[in-house]
């Protein structure tokens, strides 16, 4: 029994005055006054809507809709819904949409559904101000051009003006890479008040998402991690975002520095086994697309500057 049946019947037998029947069906006094005298007269039936299966006066006929499909997989064949609409119009006699051939050639399987869109993503807005908000990641790439297992470029830019404010070669993204990455922010700009990474064991205890609820609720928590412990140290809050496109700028980090001068690759293989710190003027080089090889560029273990071109 549905509710209009069951709350009918109650409004018949005086259970429930017509007011609070209309409450609880969202209809009018009115409406519920019919709903009882057509209960009294015909029963359970007049409860049903008089439409229901009537087939509707402007529903497309079977032939017609035959017809579309045999012109679709046959002379037609091919063509778009607007031309066929034109087609069945001018030859036939049969004004019909191209909306309506669409849903047609759709049911009958001729064409396949339209493939859902992606959910656009609105862009996150910059920071309002340089030093609140540093992004990190890193980047592995074949940066040497095969002449060495791949490296890993760690690198850090600021939110609110794009600037480039470490860069670290490691053979992979690791502990160390972000330490030096963290240490030419912080000595170079200062402390920032945030950093936005992502979610690797580096930044966040793998056990975070393990506790339950009732262990959250008696307040416990897990370690940070030696990163974690060392932003907190300098009380730099962290962020985790959730997917690339939330730090897309550090993202597209690796593309700003391919495209520098080759040189770069030049310095970077004869520094592979080495300490690789590429310093500030690289930075400034690669947002103004002014560098020369005489630059400082890759420090050593030894703290001397490599400034001799590359051969």
Known sequence: MN???YITEQVLEGNLTIKQAAEMLQLSEQQVKRLKKGMKEEGVAALAHKNRGRTPKHAISKDIRD??????????????ANHMAELLTENHGIKISAKSVIRILRS?????????????????????QEGLLVQIDA?????????????????AID???????????????????????????????????????????????????KLTIEEELEGKTVNLTQFGTALNELGISH???????????IERLPNAVTNLPQTIHGFASRCVNQTQTLYPTTSA??????????????????GAVNTAPIT
Not at 160 to 186: C, N, S
Request: aromatic share 6%; hydrophobic share 30%.
């Open 239 to 249: 962020i985790q975002a959730r997917s690339p496109e939330a730090k897309g700028r």
């Open 159 to 209: 939110d609110a003006t794009g600037k480039i404010l470490g860069l670290y070669f490691r053979p992979e993204e690791d502990l160390r890479g972000y330490f030096e990455v963290l240490m030419q922010v912080v000595q170079r700009n200062g402390v920032p008040r945030c950093v936005y990474s992502d979610r690797h064991t580096i930044f966040v205890s793998p056990n975070k998402d």
């Open 108 to 128: 009958a399987g001729i064409i396949p559904e339209p493939k859902k869109q992606r959910r656009h993503r609105k862009a996150r807005e910059r920071a309002p």
């Open 67 to 80: 017809m579309v499909c045999l012109l679709a997989t046959g002379i037609c064949k091919g063509a778009s």
């Open 285 to 302: 080089a690669m947002q103004t697309g002014t560098w020369t090889p005489l630059q400082p560029l890759i420090r050593g273990n030894t």
């Open 139 to 155: 980047s592995p790439c074949n940066w040497l051009e095969g002449r060495c297992p791949e490296l890993s470029l760690h690198g």
């Open 3 to 5: 509710p209009k049946e």
